[in-house]
């Protein structure tokens, strides 16, 4: 089992910037994808970021704004957020799967998340 703590979420004006963590424990998630969604009132859950063992993903709606990383030492994830927009506002969460890239972008091939960290941007 691996369980999946975020933090680092928090209210900041249009243009600021924040860092989410996602802290790992149980096991080692060296070889797992990991990922980064997002998800608004009323809307469904989003892709936003993940990771594989050599590459990296983004939305089209986070791409050059956003950058995942991955501290393996620490067995932690990040998401840094820049320039942020008021329609970033969402929890946003942290998950993570086995396996291969097929599907990542569907919350459903995850098979592990976290409680998840409230972002809001005002405008």
């Known amino acids: 089992q691996v369980q999946l703590v975020e933090s680092g979420g928090g209210l900041v004006q249009a243009g600021g910037s924040l860092r989410l963590s996602c802290a790992a424990s149980?096991?080692?998630?060296?070889?797992?994808?990991m990922g980064w969604f997002r998800q608004a009132p009323g809307k469904e859950r989003e892709f936003v970021a993940a990771?594989?063992?050599?590459?990296?993903y983004y939305a089209d709606s986070v791409k050059g704004r956003f950058t995942i990383s991955r501290d393996h030492t620490k067995n932690t994830v990040y998401l840094q957020l820049n320039s942020l927009k008021p329609e970033d506002t969402a929890v946003y969460y942290c998950?993570?799967?086995?396996?291969?890239?097929?599907?990542?972008?569907?919350?459903?091939?995850?098979?592990?998340w976290g409680l998840g960290t409230q972002v809001t941007v005002s405008s």
């Open positions: 990771v594989s063992l050599g590459r990296t």
């Open positions: 149980g096991r080692s998630i060296s070889n797992y994808i």
């Open positions: 998950a993570a799967r086995v396996g291969a890239w097929v599907h990542g972008v569907l919350p459903s091939s995850y098979n592990y």
